[in-house]
């Protein structure tokens, strides 16, 4: 990884999926934020460079990873995948966290009043993340899927009715800003998911569930900014050209 901290840190991910748990350890955004480089972002979590530098170069001497190439598929196969597993997952934490944040909102925000605003976050993320996701399903995901399809003969069969997928694109990407900025006043709110003393098991569930839930998105952002949605991109482009 010659000049890596020259390289974003989107580009670093995309080609070692492993590089996403050094950043993450150290507190640095991957998905809305891989477009900068690993100097800067270090710079901006405040964490000596070096040691992120380091751990990124280890990785090339760990063997047996069974990490995906996503960078190599297909993005059609990726983009359901992207539905299959992180949509699914969503669809399926959502209606488990909701609850746990209001029981604790209601029986320890008298105390801990951080957790009432971590309940009206949450309440905002989910509502964004499943309108968010029917888009993707219902309009952008088959759109890439037809441009696959268009591929294999050449050119585009017919054109979106929104144009080009830089339009529909543009606006996930927005939206996933969104979604990052509401996940990082929720790590700030929990101090990292770390639970206080006094925190019944309700209450440390909900905080294991919120970081398992951040970690999973994190991911699935990844996979559209820095791959699925460029790579749609340069493919709609060349089959106009063609």
């Known amino acids: 990884m010659e000049n890596i901290r020259n390289k974003s840190v989107g580009e670093i991910v995309k080609l070692d999926f492993r590089a996403a748990d050094v950043f993450s350890s150290y507190g640095i955004d991957f998905c809305c934020g891989g477009k900068i480089s690993v100097a800067e972002a270090c710079s901006n979590a405040k964490t000596d460079e070096s040691l992120v530098i380091s751990a990124l170069e280890n990785l090339k001497n760990q063997t047996g990873s069974a990490v995906h190439d996503f960078d190599s598929w297909n993005i059609g196969f990726l983009a359901d995948y992207i539905q299959n597993t992180h949509h699914q997952y969503v669809s399926k934490a959502i209606p488990q966290i909701l609850p746990l944040a209001q029981k604790v909102a209601d029986v320890h925000g008298e105390h801990h009043p951080e957790v009432v605003v971590i309940n009206e976050l949450f309440n905002d993320l989910a509502d964004e993340l499943l309108s968010h996701m029917q888009k993707e399903e219902q309009i952008l995901f088959p759109y890439i899927k037809k441009l696959v ?24 990407e927005q939206e996933h800003e969104n979604a990052g900025v509401i996940l990082k006043q929720l790590y700030k709110l929990s101090n990292g998911y770390s639970p206080p003393e006094d925190a019944c098991n309700t209450f440390r569930v909900l905080y294991g569930k919120l970081k398992e839930f951040e970690d999973d998105l994190h991911r699935h952002i990844h996979l559209e900014n820095n791959i699925l949605f460029p790579k749609s991109i340069e493919m709609e482009q060349a089959l106009l050209v063609g």
Do not use: H, L, Q, R
């Open 149 to 172: 399809a268009d591929e294999s003969v050449g050119k585009c069969a017919d054109s979106a009715c929104f144009g080009t997928v830089t339009g529909p694109i543009s606006v996930m």
